[in-house]
């Protein structure tokens, strides 16, 4: 199957400039490019798809160009928000884009002859034109009655309290620019992003048309969202980030493993490798046994092993499953620290646990019980754990002996409610 067929049969083409496009990917090897935007330290899981499209790219025999916008992230691109954001100091930037850069390069091929990837950096030719030499050779092909009807500036320019400065106004003229420059320097003939790229993506195409009388191409991807219809890439904790400093491999693990049932199947073919056929029993399974979540164990193991690599990816697998399993006094500690790094602490001494604690007690001084009646009432009713094993005695205490490898201890109310209990010397 052709790189085209393949994208179009895992729901990853939004829109085409020419149908044309695909006979040019399956009968020739093309340069292609997509941007990516450095106002941030670290990329995020809402540019994985466009990262895959790439690597999906080179896989078929083409040239992946990925450009880091050292220039064009000075400006700040408005194509799908609301209201302006604040402008980035250049060193900032900087140390942004060295980080981005190095990113990318994981999931790319660089040695791979004819269709090695390339990093580039935009502020590389952007920051040598002159504005007079920038407004007299490429703004005089731009129409601004077709710039403002583009939907990324029009729905701006219809917000009357916040509107569009001029300075966002021009992004769509750099990205233009960017898009000729790769074509006369490397030969690209492909930019790819998503569909809100939509209008910047053909602004570009029709300069190399009117400059140089030459075709180039445009394909975008769909948005990815969630069931809700909000943005991709973002939980109850903020953006999931691909630096495991910002966004550990556990939680990113748990992000794609809370993945709705509606949107589940999406996200296995946008952000994964996984077969026709294992797709097809994966969808069976979210349809017929939706509470076993095989489609989302899947979905988790496979992104995480494509970012955090297969070791991690094991580890974090296990630590998932031992959080809810009796396996985790058998945990090494490394693993057992991913499980519960983000749960809530609770320290107590040495000498009370030495002793023995009684759980009424430790419920309570946990948090996970407001009085000790009411810690009663959850251990009667088969609500209190520790370290994974239902305790059903009220008068049950809790030793030095029930210490996990780790030195900790896990207790938990209920499915979900869990402290980590650690001992202080």
């Given at each position: 199957m052709g790189l085209y067929e393949e994208m179009k049969s895992r729901g990853l083409i939004a829109q085409v400039t020419d149908e044309n496009i695909g006979e040019v990917l399956d009968s020739s090897s093309i340069s292609a490019y997509i941007g990516f935007d450095p106002s941030a330290d670290s990329l995020h899981v809402g540019h994985l798809v466009q990262i895959f499209n790439l690597k999906r790219l080179q896989e078929h025999g083409h040239r992946p160009i990925a450009v880091a916008g050292g220039a064009t992230g000075l400006i700040g691109d408005p194509s799908g928000k609301s209201e302006e954001r604040s402008l980035l100091g250049s060193e900032v930037l900087s140390e942004n884009l060295i980080k981005i850069q190095a990113q990318l390069s994981r999931f790319l091929d660089f040695d791979r002859g004819p269709a090695s990837a390339l990093v580039l950096n935009n502020a590389d030719w952007l920051g040598k034109i002159s504005l007079i030499d920038f407004l007299r050779d490429i703004g005089k092909h731009f129409s601004v009655n077709q710039m403002v009807a583009k939907d990324s500036v029009k729905s701006r320019l219809n917000e009357r309290e916040q509107g569009i400065s001029f300075t966002e106004f021009a992004y769509m003229l750099l990205q233009s620019y960017d898009f000729l420059h790769l074509f006369d320097n490397f030969g690209c003939r492909l930019q790819m992003g998503a569909s809100d790229q939509w209008g910047n993506i053909t602004a570009g195409i029709e300069l190399i048309r009117k400059m140089r009388q030459q075709v180039a191409y445009g394909l975008t991807t769909p948005l990815i969202l969630k069931a809700d219809g909000t943005k991709f890439g973002k939980s109850e904790a903020g953006t999931i980030w691909i630096d495991p400093e910002k966004t550990s491999p556990y939680q990113f693990y748990q992000f794609f493993l809370r993945a709705e049932d509606e949107v589940v199947g999406g996200y296995l073919r946008s952000f994964t490798w996984i077969g026709d056929d294992?797709?097809?029993?994966?969808?069976?399974?979210?349809?017929?046994?939706?509470?076993?979540?095989?489609?989302?164990?899947?979905?988790?193991?496979?992104?995480?092993?494509?970012?955090?690599?297969?070791?991690?990816?094991?580890?974090?697998?296990?630590?998932?499953?031992?959080?809810?399993?009796?396996?985790?006094?058998?945990?090494?500690?490394?693993?057992?620290?991913?499980?519960?790094?983000?749960?809530?602490?609770?320290?107590?001494s040495a000498a009370s646990l030495a002793g023995g604690i009684a759980l009424v007690d430790l419920l309570c001084e946990a948090g996970l019980a407001n009085s000790k009646s009411e810690s009663r009432k959850v251990i009667a009713q088969g609500g209190a754990y520790v370290n994974n094993s239902r305790i059903s005695e009220i008068e049950a205490r809790v030793y030095t002996s029930d210490l996990t490898a780790g030195g900790v201890l896990l207790l938990r109310r209920g499915k979900k409610d869990y402290v980590v209990v650690k001992v202080q010397a």
């Open positions: 294992e797709l097809a029993e994966l969808d069976l399974a979210t349809a017929r046994q939706p509470s076993k979540r095989l489609a989302q164990s899947a979905l988790a193991a496979a992104v995480t092993e494509m970012v955090h690599g297969s070791d991690m990816a094991k580890k974090v697998e296990a630590a998932s499953r031992a959080l809810f399993s009796e396996d985790i006094l058998s945990l090494p500690p490394e693993v057992l620290e991913l499980a519960t790094e983000d749960a809530p602490l609770h320290c107590i």
